[in-house]
Protein backbone atom coordinates (compact mmCIF):
# COMPACT_ATOMS: atom_id res chain seq x y z
CA UNK A 1 0.00 0.00 0.00
CA UNK A 2 1.41 3.16 -0.93
CA UNK A 3 1.59 6.45 0.95
CA UNK A 4 -0.91 7.44 -1.38
CA UNK A 5 -3.76 4.71 -1.23
CA UNK A 6 -2.88 5.07 2.93
CA UNK A 7 -6.30 5.20 4.90
CA UNK A 8 -6.43 8.01 7.10
CA UNK A 9 -8.65 6.76 9.77
CA UNK A 10 -5.71 6.87 12.95
CA UNK A 11 -3.55 10.04 13.77
CA UNK A 12 -4.77 13.67 12.92
CA UNK A 13 -7.31 12.56 10.75
CA UNK A 14 -8.72 9.84 13.32
CA UNK A 15 -11.21 12.73 14.12
CA UNK A 16 -12.42 13.39 10.88
CA UNK A 17 -12.98 10.07 8.91
CA UNK A 18 -15.31 7.34 9.87
CA UNK A 19 -13.60 3.66 8.97
CA UNK A 20 -16.29 0.83 7.41
CA UNK A 21 -16.74 -2.00 7.49
CA UNK A 22 -16.99 -3.59 3.95
CA UNK A 23 -20.60 -5.16 3.44
CA UNK A 24 -19.02 -8.51 1.84
CA UNK A 25 -17.03 -9.38 5.11
CA UNK A 26 -18.66 -12.71 6.87
CA UNK A 27 -18.39 -12.81 10.30
CA UNK A 28 -19.22 -15.15 12.92
CA UNK A 29 -19.39 -14.95 16.83
CA UNK A 30 -18.07 -17.59 19.26
CA UNK A 31 -17.69 -16.91 22.59
CA UNK A 32 -17.70 -13.32 22.37
CA UNK A 33 -14.72 -13.38 19.90
CA UNK A 34 -15.54 -13.08 16.03
CA UNK A 35 -14.05 -15.37 12.99
CA UNK A 36 -14.18 -12.13 9.86
CA UNK A 37 -14.28 -14.49 6.33
CA UNK A 38 -13.18 -12.01 3.35
CA UNK A 39 -14.95 -13.94 0.32
CA UNK A 40 -12.57 -11.77 -2.19
CA UNK A 41 -8.97 -13.14 -0.57
CA UNK A 42 -9.56 -16.17 1.23
CA UNK A 43 -8.71 -14.72 4.60
CA UNK A 44 -9.88 -15.60 7.69
CA UNK A 45 -9.07 -13.59 10.64
CA UNK A 46 -10.17 -13.48 14.17
CA UNK A 47 -10.89 -10.83 16.62
CA UNK A 48 -11.01 -11.24 20.39
CA UNK A 49 -13.62 -9.38 22.10
CA UNK A 50 -12.42 -6.11 22.51
CA UNK A 51 -11.38 -5.81 18.61
CA UNK A 52 -14.84 -7.14 18.09
CA UNK A 53 -16.56 -4.23 19.39
CA UNK A 54 -14.15 -2.13 17.58
CA UNK A 55 -14.97 -3.90 14.71
CA UNK A 56 -18.92 -3.53 15.03
CA UNK A 57 -18.44 0.05 15.52
CA UNK A 58 -16.25 1.25 12.08
CA UNK A 59 -19.68 2.08 10.84
CA UNK A 60 -18.73 4.69 7.88
CA UNK A 61 -20.48 7.20 11.21
CA UNK A 62 -18.16 7.14 14.05
CA UNK A 63 -14.69 8.19 13.62
CA UNK A 64 -11.68 6.38 15.25
CA UNK A 65 -12.28 8.72 18.34
CA UNK A 66 -15.49 8.25 18.57
CA UNK A 67 -15.04 4.64 18.62
CA UNK A 68 -12.12 5.66 21.34
CA UNK A 69 -14.46 7.34 23.43
CA UNK A 70 -17.17 4.81 23.55
CA UNK A 71 -14.66 2.23 24.46
CA UNK A 72 -13.10 4.03 27.08
CA UNK A 73 -16.81 4.48 28.56
CA UNK A 74 -17.20 0.76 28.30
CA UNK A 75 -14.38 -0.70 29.45
CA UNK A 76 -13.53 1.85 31.86
CA UNK A 77 -10.26 2.54 30.45
CA UNK A 78 -8.68 5.84 30.04
CA UNK A 79 -9.03 7.99 26.63
CA UNK A 80 -5.99 8.04 25.56
CA UNK A 81 -5.29 3.90 26.22
CA UNK A 82 -8.69 3.12 24.82
CA UNK A 83 -7.56 5.77 21.30
CA UNK A 84 -4.07 3.81 21.31
CA UNK A 85 -5.93 0.66 21.16
CA UNK A 86 -8.59 1.92 18.33
CA UNK A 87 -5.91 3.06 16.00
CA UNK A 88 -4.21 -0.11 16.43
CA UNK A 89 -7.38 -2.43 15.39
CA UNK A 90 -8.59 0.23 12.71
CA UNK A 91 -4.88 0.04 11.22
CA UNK A 92 -5.02 -3.77 11.25
CA UNK A 93 -8.32 -4.50 9.53
CA UNK A 94 -7.37 -1.33 6.96
CA UNK A 95 -4.29 -3.24 6.21
CA UNK A 96 -6.30 -6.37 6.20
CA UNK A 97 -8.41 -4.87 3.40
CA UNK A 98 -11.69 -5.25 5.75
CA UNK A 99 -12.51 -1.34 5.47
CA UNK A 100 -13.84 0.35 2.38
CA UNK A 101 -11.64 3.10 1.13
CA UNK A 102 -13.66 6.36 0.39
CA UNK A 103 -13.95 5.99 -3.01
CA UNK A 104 -15.65 2.39 -2.64
CA UNK A 105 -18.03 4.34 -0.88
Known amino acids: MSAKDRPHWTSAEAA ?3 PARRDDIIEDEVDGEAILFDPRSGD ?10 IWRQCDGRATT ?4 QRQADGY ?4 ITAQDHAEQVVAVLA ?4 LRLSEDR
Open 95 to 98: ESRL
Open 65 to 68: REIA
Open 76 to 79: DVEL
Open 44 to 53: VHRLNQTALA
Open 16 to 18: FVP
